[in-house]
């Protein structure tokens, strides 16, 4: 542990002036708009999630895929997958729904299971509903590393 005696003055200083009350209520935060830092910004409503069955294209390489109908009130826990009532590759066939990846019936040493690996048991891990959400609070500069290379190609 440090000795106070060896922390700059200026940092205390600076420290000490960041928690007081008054600079509190002054400061804003970027991120949340109209809200100092000691409030609560008012919450955003909730969206409904898109239930229309279009895939979307995926933004980068092993993005997993967005889920393109609504999920409320699937259970998805120890004892049932709901998830697996369409997406099971014995039952996709039947259901016309996308079969889950066969990475899903590895296990981590990349061996084949006979049913769904336990660490990839729970979907909603990796997947989410589609949502036409408020815009992003910051501008998104990401680039797709095929617009990337067209770019470079270009030159």
């Known amino acids: 542990m440090k000795c106070l005696a060896t922390i700059p003055k200026g940092f205390v200083f600076l420290s000490l002036l960041l928690l007081t009350p008054a600079f ?3 400061a ?3 991120l949340r708009p109209g809200a100092g830092f000691a409030e609560d910004p008012k919450t955003a409503p909730l969206v409904n999630a898109e239930n229309d069955d279009k895939k979307r294209v995926r933004s980068y390489a092993m993005q997993p895929p967005t889920i393109p109908h609504k999920t ?3 259970q ?8 697996m009532m369409c997406h099971a590759r014995t039952r996709a066939p039947e259901t016309q729904a996308t079969p889950i990846s066969i990475t899903h019936y590895m296990d981590r040493d990349g061996n ?3 049913d769904v690996s336990p660490r990839r048991y729970f979907c909603d891990q990796c997947h989410v509903v589609q949502m036409e959400g408020q ?4 501008r998104s500069t ?3 590393v095929d617009e990337i290379i067209r770019g470079k190609a270009r030159k």
């Open 72 to 74: 409320d009130n699937y």
């Open 112 to 114: 084949f299971l006979a």
């Open 135 to 138: 815009p992003p609070p910051v």
């Open 142 to 144: 990401f680039r797709d």
């Open 28 to 30: 804003h935060d970027p």
């Open 76 to 83: 998805l826990d120890r004892f049932a997958n709901r998830c």
């Open 24 to 26: 509190a209520q002054q």
